[in-house]
């Protein structure tokens, strides 16, 4: 500590309090720069410099007082209207500090640190516009003045001025390589032009230098994401959980990349999370009641679907998830109201007519589904799908004619189509074809060797071809495998 001879008493004092200042101690500096005052109750550097101790010890209403006590004392004192400006801003009195920094400007007319927090004060007002203009003022006189630099390119990111915003960051980074957060708002600069690879290598700079930034995790996990690296996405979700970032972002995104590799539950309950923050975002209900589904809940899938639907009804996506989840429910009524709703919002939309069709036809409106899958195939006559349930409602209005020209039209597109081959042969039965029935039903065994209906069935035609043993041994075997409806027919006809 520097030893003051021949000064004044309180000068020695308020240099003491300086030192102290400087080095961060804040209480001693205020114990010092008191005494420099109790000796001279005039001194105006001795209450600026309490008044940014008690600031930096956050006690804003003693500053505030000490930074008046410097204006009264010395109306000139230009370091004291900046930081009674500054800690204006601080306790968000915009307009008063405004004042006080347009008050050092009419002193000191190139006062960069001036235009500097008037900067702030602008983007705090919501005009960034204003902001660039007062940080452009304040480079013109120090084009070294780093804050002024930063706010800038910060501020031409959230105009998504990202070209303006990465020059900033590199004239930064160039002056200063190794001061935090700039790679990271380069990164955040060159993700908005797409450029992940060099986002990539600032998200990673960044780290490097400083590991406890959770946002630098947060957005390299968003790139892998993207490059469908989802184990390292998640690895770099969980660290920034676990430095503090639990927001719903991270709950959401790393849901969606826990269901990329498999991890259903686990994704459910990032989701869970992701809703406790956020209960209206229909995304995560839709994402959620998607995860149900594939697991075997369909009753939950359809409460997340109908609670997605609720929160946005411009989300057709959840509508259409939630008629298949009515359909799952065998709420087929239900379901055909839901793909008629979602019909008005997607009129041109193929699998919605597509799915509409289906469950008006489980819904036993067959005749509604033979025109909407014949509007259908109108628009696509290469859709085997189409033509499949088409011919399956056929079937049940007995119309078997129509119903064959379409099992056969299946198979001309797919000659491998086992249900086809299955229904075709059972319609064949029904006509009382049953030789062609028995080639169909074999046919359809061959494709699909664990169909034990269609083994049922050609026991049956082959009893209705007077072939009692090879039809009982069809039948037996038919049991064997859990077909418990073969059972009647063994009773009735394999003695």
């Known amino acids: 500590m520097q030893i003051y001879l021949n000064a004044q008493p309180e000068i020695v004092e308020y240099k003491l309090g300086e030192n102290y200042l400087n080095e961060g101690k804040y209480n001693e500096a205020i114990t010092k720069f008191t005494k420099a005052l109790e000796l001279n109750k005039s001194y105006d550097y001795a209450y600026l410099n309490r008044g940014v101790a008690y600031a930096k010890m956050g006690k804003k209403e003693e500053a505030f007082a000490d930074f008046n006590s410097a204006i009264q004392n010395n109306p000139q004192l230009e370091a004291a209207y900046l930081n009674r400006g500054r800690l204006l801003i601080e306790m968000m009195k915009l307009q008063e500090a405004k004042k006080d920094l347009e008050k050092l400007i009419n002193m000191t007319p190139t006062n960069a640190n001036a235009y500097t927090d008037l900067g702030i004060i602008a983007s705090k007002e919501n005009n960034p516009q204003k902001a660039i203009e007062y940080y452009d003022k304040a480079l013109t006189y120090n084009a070294n003045l780093e804050i002024a630099l930063y706010n800038r390119a910060t501020t031409k990111l959230e105009l998504k001025d990202f070209d ?14 190794t001061t935090k957060l ?13 450029d992940k690879a060099g986002a990539l290598a600032d998200f990673n700079k960044e780290i490097e230098l400083n590991p406890e930034f959770n946002l630098s995790y947060l957005n390299r996990a968003s790139i892998s994401i993207d490059q469908a690296k989802y184990k390292e996405a998640i690895v770099d979700y969980d660290k920034s959980e676990q430095l503090g970032y639990k927001e719903f972002t991270l709950y959401f995104n790393r849901a969606l990349a826990k269901a990329k590799i498999g991890d259903k539950d ?7 999370k992701s809703i406790a923050i956020n209960p209206n975002n229909d995304a995560s209900y839709n994402e959620r009641g998607n995860l149900r589904f594939q697991k075997g809940n369909p009753k939950g899938a359809y ?11 411009k989300n057709d996506l959840a509508l259409l998830n939630k008629g298949n989840a009515a359909l799952a429910l065998r709420d087929y009524k239900g379901a055909v109201e839901i793909f008629t709703q979602a019909l008005t919002l997607r009129p041109d939309d193929v699998k ?6 289906v469950a008006k036809s ?6 509604g589904a033979i025109i909407l899958f014949s509007d259908l195939i109108a628009k696509d006559d290469k859709n085997e799908g189409f033509y499949f349930n088409r011919g399956f409602a056929y079937t049940r209005v007995k119309d078997f004619v129509k119903a064959e020209e379409d099992f056969n039209k299946v198979l001309s597109i797919n000659p491998k189509h086992a249900d086809t081959y299955f229904n075709r042969g059972i319609l064949k039965s029904m006509t009382g074809k049953n030789q062609e029935a028995l080639k169909d039903l074999e046919e359809a065994l061959k494709l699909n060797p664990n169909n034990m209906t269609a083994l049922v069935n050609k026991g049956i035609v082959r009893i209705n071809l007077k072939d009692f043993t090879g039809g009982c041994e ?22």
């Open 164 to 177: 303006g915003s990465i020059k900033d960051f590199n004239n930064i980074i160039g002056a200063h390589p």
């Open 182 to 194: 700039n790679y990271y708002h380069r990164g955040l600069a060159k993700l908005g032009k797409k």
């Open 266 to 272: 686990a994704a459910i309950v990032d989701l869970d």
């Open 303 to 313: 409460e997340d679907f109908d609670k997605s639907y609720q929160l946005n009804s």
């Open 352 to 357: 919605v007519k597509e799915r509409l069709a």
């Open 362 to 367: 489980a819904s036993q409106d067959y005749a």
């Open 474 to 495: 069809d039948l037996k075997a038919a049991l064997a495998k859990g077909a418990k409806e073969a059972e009647s027919f063994i009773t009735k006809f394999c003695k």
